[in-house]
């Protein structure tokens, strides 16, 4: 039995491992660690990928949603619009403000927030909307622009899982007032360890970020905002720089391993992601398929060495984290829907034609 694991980093990582190894040894060398040169230099070469003025590195894709939300003034007494089926981090950054999320449900091909939802949840409290780029495929942004305009509301990206996606030719990171990006081990573009970064082409803004992320500080010991240590450290900078000219490769990597799947998984007890398009550029940061057997599913393909994960078994509104909203269960169906069906399957650069050839011929002979 072939074993295929959900992710496995270490073919990317063995690609590079000299110059990671270099990389680590340069700033080990300058030994400086916060704020220094891989940093700047980070932030310039991501801006410049992304299409955007500013990047500013921060310590999380949560903190970089924190600070956006905190530098639009959005605290209290407010609202903002949050899908329905996203990973809590998007919620919680909400939540720290002190605001409230207000959940919307996504398209079901989709798994991202639905356009034609959200208007009826907007109220004089809804500051803005947070559109999600969920599993690498960019949400649907012109009718969320037209909708922010119309209410003059902020467009905040999740961008965490949408590294070099694009949406009508435009990248995510670039298509609202501002983007939080995670660079977690596991994203098409990771670090070594937590890190993360947001992007805008607001200068006022980016400069608020950087503040509020340096406890406060706009210089050394002068403080104009109650800040929080938040900084994306030299070493995490430097590992981003030596793999930043390798995404695209990766990204197309995964999309033929995406290509094969849509292609050749046939097994009508299964239903597939949408694919890849000229106004959806899709980077599959994961690859999501729908099962109504899904529990059956996962434990079958676990005994044939297969690694799968739900993304998300439970979803925000019945977390107990956020009973405090008083949604129940029935609330949000489309989001309850996605949750009792969806499994992502393996893919990672480096997995093999003969891993993806095993994984297609499981599924099919699912039944």
Known sequence: MMKVPFVDLRPMHDSIRKDLDNAYAGVMDESWFIEGEQDKKFEEEWAAYCGTKYCVGVGC????LTLILKAMDIG?????????????????????????????????????ID????????????????????????????????????????IVEDAAQAHGAKYKGIRAGALGDAAGWSFYPGKNLGALGD??????????????????????????????????????????AAFLRVKLPHLEEWNDYRRKVA??????????????????SDEFEHIY?????????????????????IGTVEHYPVPMHRQKAYEDLHIPEGALPVCEEISKTV???????????EQVSYVIDTLNAFH
């Open 115 to 154: 356009p034609d939802k959200i208007e009826e949840k907007i109220t004089s409290n809804t500051k803005a909307i947070i559109a999600v780029h969920l599993q690498g495929r960019c949400a649907d942004m012109d009718p969320i622009k037209a909708l922010a305009t119309k209410y003059h509301l902020k």
């Open 285 to 305: 940061h994961v690859f999501v398929i729908r099962c109504d057997r899904r529990d059956e599913l996962k434990a079958y393909l676990d005994e044939k060495g």
């Open 195 to 236: 890190a993360g970064c947001v992007t805008t082409n607001d200068k006022a803004l980016a400069d608020k970020v950087r503040a509020l992320g340096n406890y406060g500080s706009d210089y050394k010991y002068h403080h104009i905002y109650k800040g929080v240590n938040s900084r994306l450290d030299e070493i995490q």
């Open 61 to 64: 894709g949560l903190d970089a």
């Open 259 to 276: 290509a094969r799947y849509l292609k050749e998984i046939k097994n009508p007890l299964i239903e597939l992601p949408l694919p890849t």
């Open 343 to 353: 499994l992502s399957i393996p893919m990672y650069y480096g997995i093999t034609k």
């Open 76 to 112: 209290g007494g407010d609202e903002v619009i949050v899908p329905s089926n996203t990973y809590i981090a998007t919620a919680l950054a909400v939540s720290y403000t002190g605001a409230t999320p207000v959940f919307v449900e996504p398209k079901l091909e989709t798994f991202n």
